[in-house]
């Protein structure tokens, strides 16, 4: 799939935040999304945290009180959703789930296992698809995008969270968690996760890709996102378990939200977004 992935798109590389070379690392991992002791066992762990941060983020917003089915009627698209590892939990809250990832091995791993679950079987729909390839048929449809351990992978980060402001409905939630790049992300991300502890697979992680929160943020601002949470996460290798911490240094999970569209149209009255739009031109280095 990936060879005709390459024969069918030759050119279009540059224009796509599909990296083939990260396509390929995860192709060969995917039928080893569901076992918790194995290569993924730390992002199973991070449900423990993710979950709750998106499911009481998203309630503090809401109205609408559903007992037992507390995400009920939200429509969210899990970006690289991988094996299906966060959406599936996402959907036992009740949200209606799209899974999109570019690998087809993943996908096929992830709708073989919601098979086995006949109320994911109907919440939760997997596509093959690159996010830019679902734009057009999606504007505005989603409430939530969860992009989770996936904008370090990305080739072209300004495209991706453009494609994610234009599938978000006016005032939907864009929730994002990924890595620092800092020195110590160096040391601990790669050095020791991968190469002394195996905690992750040799060469997941390229630190070049890592993303600075503030860099982050300043991308958000400038697509149209206001940034409401940035929250600094640690990972303790000992317990394989994953807490909040002050500190963004290494992992951080970040909440923003797609200005509205009556924000939108008086845009140009407020200083402080024509101030952050000057600044654009150099978001446009990141990826």
């Given at each position: 799939s990936l060879f005709r992935f390459t024969l069918k798109r030759p050119f279009s590389t540059s224009h796509s935040s599909v990296d083939s070379k990260e396509m390929k690392k995860f192709q060969l991992l995917a039928h080893k999304w569901w076992d918790e002791e194995g290569e993924y066992a730390a992002l199973h762990s991070m449900n423990d945290i993710r979950v709750p941060f998106i499911r009481d983020t998203l309630l503090?917003?809401?109205?609408?009180?559903?007992?037992?089915?507390?995400?009920?009627?939200?429509?969210?698209?899990?970006?690289?959703?991988?094996?299906?590892?966060?959406?599936?939990?996402?959907?036992?809250?009740?949200?209606?789930?799209?899974?999109?990832?570019?690998?087809?091995?993943?996908?096929?791993?992830?709708?073989?296992?919601?098979?086995?679950?006949?109320?994911?079987?109907?919440?939760?729909?997997y596509k093959s698809s690159s996010l830019e390839e679902i734009v057009e048929e999606s504007m505005e449809t989603f409430d939530v995008i969860v992009a989770s351990e996936v904008v370090e992978h990305v080739a072209d980060l300004e495209m991706f969270i453009k494609c994610c402001s234009q599938v978000l409905k006016p005032e939907g939630?864009?929730?994002?968690?990924?890595?620092?790049?800092?020195?110590?992300?160096?040391?601990?991300?790669?050095?020791?996760?991968?190469?002394?502890?195996?905690?992750?697979?040799?060469?997941?992680?390229?630190?070049?890709?890592?993303?600075?929160?503030?860099?982050?943020?300043?991308?958000?601002?400038?697509?149209g996102f206001s940034v409401?949470?940035?929250?600094?996460?640690?990972?303790?290798?000992?317990?394989?378990?994953?807490?909040?911490?002050?500190?963004?240094?290494?992992n951080y999970a970040l909440h923003a939200v797609k200005s509205g569209a009556r924000a939108q149209s008086h845009a140009t009255d407020a200083p402080s977004e024509t101030d952050i739009q000057q600044h654009s031109g150099t978001a446009g280095t990141a990826g």
């Open positions: 503090s917003m809401s109205n609408n009180y559903h007992p037992g089915n507390p995400l009920s009627g939200i429509k969210i698209l899990d970006v690289g959703c991988g094996g299906g590892l966060l959406s599936e939990p996402l959907g036992r809250l009740g949200a209606s789930v799209t899974g999109i990832d570019p690998v087809e091995d993943n996908i096929r791993t992830a709708d073989q296992h919601k098979s086995f679950d006949p109320v994911l079987a109907k919440r939760i729909q939630s864009l929730f994002i968690t990924t890595i620092n790049k800092t020195q110590l992300s160096y040391v601990l991300g790669i050095v020791v996760a991968e190469k002394i502890m195996g905690i992750v697979p040799e060469g997941t992680h390229e630190w070049e890709k890592f993303v600075p929160p503030e860099e982050l943020e300043r991308l958000l601002e400038s697509n409401r949470t940035v929250n600094g996460m640690l990972y303790n290798p000992l317990s394989g378990s994953w807490g909040w911490m002050e500190s963004t240094s290494l």
